[in-house]
Each structure stands twice: as structure tokens, then as C-alpha cells.
């Protein structure tokens, strides 16, 4: 590998830093006290904006919280526990468990496989907050490949496919008589298409009555993107020899070979480099201006988007192979358990596609094309879904997924699987 010591240098220079994010953090809070008589004033505003925005852009994000402590159904609050249900080396399988004043309905579960692409599960909290009141909702939490300590074994996309399975089975509708229904987000849309069809050419029992993939890139040969073309372009080998970096001492998974999350976050900022720049100028003159509400909607935004992860090696090597160079899912040619991956095996479980007018990461028609690779799955039980006016993010959040696209996931799943 090339330049491998570079997840050493970016661990140096986070540390050389220290000092200076130290005597920062005390300037922003000098200059915002209001025992000192210049935070009122320009220059002490623009000095306590100034070390914030410094603070911020050299800071190590931890991992985020969902913080998902109540929902409201039919106009009353219902507290919420977040629990681990199921567990694995490499993921966890939240429930948000609601606790009922007094009997309920049942309601579908729902389980959302969350990206494993360098961000936390949590990236997706407007997507499980949007669907609380409704089902029973679970979600995968997939591990920071870099705090699991090599000796515990690694992690490729045959494992994400079994696990998958896995926590079907732990959901299983057999046990209550409730169905299980699934959304891939984004990279899980692959894997998830991939593990349901696996199960129904065995014709398995535990089988999710629905799957809704949301801009994931089930064939990217459609409408390519600025990722896919450099994906296809450099090959597999090209992301091992300048992305692939032993983690270094103290992590726990010290000299375990992973995808940097910084080398992630650094791509997809890349994409839309002016765009955060001005985010952050924006912010700047929130401070300024005193307009906390504002300031604080950005401290949400990127405490969330600079939190990242690292990946196994093999996973993301795989995945890269497999869906962006070499098409398998859809030439039909991608295997597990040395068997082929057979879409038209499909024919029990419901299908909803999700895309978005602008979405830059996966281009239009990618994800439409599960609905045309499945093609033994009843046309009642197919839906493709395009909402105008949004990227990528705004297929899984904001105002339009709330208003448009939640609505009509339930609308589809009522009508494939009524409880």
C-alpha cells in the first residue's frame, strides 16, 4: 500500500492541534461571557464566532445520540426507551420501544438498514422519527471498524448479507403474526435486495413482506453519477493501493486495515466544496448578527455530517467490486453461499423503489432498475416513487420526505400488508 502511514499523520495532526483548539475554546468563552464588557460589542462577537468556527473545524466528532425520548400518537406523547435487541461483532439492532399508557393496536415492524458508508446510523433520525408513530420500529447500528480489535475477526459484504438475514429471522412475523417491513437506505439497498432474494429462492418462511430501497445503487450503469464514474474508472485496486490504512495505536483496532472515515468525509465534501464553505461563512455571520436559532440548526447539521466511521477493508473493497466496477446484482452474476443472487426468485416480498430528481450520489433510474430486475413480483405489490426537488439527503429527510415521501412508504405498505 501506498503512503500508509497517513492515518498516522492525520491522527499528528489532530494532536498538534490540541493547544491551539484549547486557547480557542477559552477565547469563545471569555468573549461570550457577559462579565466581559466587549462580548457586546463587534469585536468581541467576531472574536467568539471566530474561535468557535476554528474550535469546530478541527474538532473530533464523536459518535451522535438519537435522542429519540418520546413520539406523539393520536395528540398524546409517548415516551420512548431506546434498546440493543440484537448484537453482532460488527452491528447492533436498536428498538425504540414505546411505552403505552394503556392497550394498543399492534403495529408492523419496521426495520431500517442504515448506511454503512462512513456516516452513523444516526444520519438517519428524521427517517425513524417520521415513522415512530406508526410501527415498530428498529434500526441497524453498525460498528466504527476501527474501535473493534482485530483478534474479533472481519467484516465483508457476505457477512452484512448474513447478518441481514440474521436479524429477519430475530424479527421474524412467525413469533406475533405481524410483518416485518424493511427500507434500505442508500448503500444497504444492494445487500438488502440481495439477502431478501437469497431467502426466497430457498424459500424461506422468515421472508420481510416489503423492501423499500430509497437511492441506493442497484445498477449504476444508469444515469452515473460523478461517483460512479470514478468508481468504474480507477477499479478496486486503485482505492486499496491509496484509501486502505492500518488503524493506528491507541484504537482498538489497531492494524486492522479499513476505508478511513476522514478519506469519506473528505470525498463527499469535496463534491460540494463551495457549498459548506458558505454554510460555514453563513454561520460566522449568525454569530455575528446574534441569531442563535439559525447557528444552532448548523451545529446540529454538521455535528451529525463530521461524525464519521471507518470501514473494513474487505467491505469496502467488495462493495466497490461488486456494485460500482463489475454490475453483479444486476448481470446477475453476484453470489452467496456460492449461489448466484436470483432477483426473479422474488415473488413474495413487496417492492418499493424511492428517488430523487437531484440526487447526485445515486442517478436517476438506479434504483428504479430492482423493479425491473424483479420481474416475478406481482404488479400489485410494485411501486416506484420520484419526488421532485430533492438530492440525495432529502430522499431519507427534511420537509418533502416528511410531507411526501414517508407518506407514501405507509400508503404501500397498507396495501401490501394491512395488520
Known sequence: ??????????????????????????????????????????????????????ERLTRRYGKPVFGLDETFVDGQTVPIIETVVWERTFCRLLHFE???????????????????????????????EAFLPFYDVYITDWANARMVPIARGGFDLADYIDYLIDIFRFLSAREDGLPLHTIGVCQPAVPLLAAIAHLEKQHDPDVPASMVLMGGPID????????????????????????????????????????????????????????????HIEMFNHLMEGDGDSAEKHREFYDEYLAVMDLTAEFYLQTIETVFVRHLLPEG???????????????????MT????????????????????????PSKLKLHYQQDNVG???????????????????EFHAAVAPV
Not at 14 to 32: E, N
Not at 229 to 249: L, T
Not at 343 to 351: D, K
Not at 354 to 377: H, M, P
Open 1 to 54: 500500500m501506498n503512503d500508509s502511514y497517513s492515518y498516522e499523520w492525520h491522527e499528528l495532526a489532530y494532536l498538534a492541534l490540541a493547544p491551539a483548539r484549547a486557547v480557542s475554546d477559552i477565547a469563545r468563552v471569555w468573549f461570550k461571557s457577559p462579565l466581559n464588557p466587549l462580548s457586546h460589542t463587534p469585536v468581541g462577537r467576531n472574536v467568539a464566532a471566530s474561535a468557535e468556527l476554528f
Open 98 to 128: 414505546r411505552q403505552w399508557p394503556r392497550a394498543h393496536a399492534p403495529q408492523a415492524k419496521l426495520l431500517i438498514v442504515a448506511p454503512m458508508s462512513g456516516h452513523y446510523a444516526t444520519l438517519l433520525r428524521g427517517t425513524v
Open 220 to 279: 449504476t450503469r444508469r444515469s452515473p453519477t460523478a461517483v460512479n464514474k470514478i468508481a468504474e474508472s480507477r477499479g478496486s485496486k486503485w482505492f486499496k493501493d491509496h484509501c486502505i490504512h492500518p488503524v493506528p495505536y491507541p484504537y482498538p483496532g489497531a492494524r486492522r486495515l479499513v476505508y478511513p472515515g476522514f478519506l469519506q468525509l473528505s470525498g463527499f465534501m469535496a463534491m460540494n466544496f463551495d457549498r459548506h464553505v458558505n454554510a
Open 333 to 351: 452474476k453476484m453470489t452467496h453461499d456460492n449461489q448466484f443472487i436470483d432477483l426473479s426468485a422474488i415473488n413474495r416480498t413487496a417492492l
Open 354 to 377: 424511492v428517488e430523487g430528481e437531484k440526487d447526485d450520489i445515486s442517478g436517476l433510474g438506479q434504483t428504479k432498475a430492482a423493479q425491473d430486475l424483479c420481474i416475478n413480483i
Open 392 to 410: 440525495h439527503y432529502g430522499v431519507f429527510n427534511g420537509s418533502r420526505y416528511r410531507q411526501f415521501i414517508a407518506p407514501k412508504i405507509r
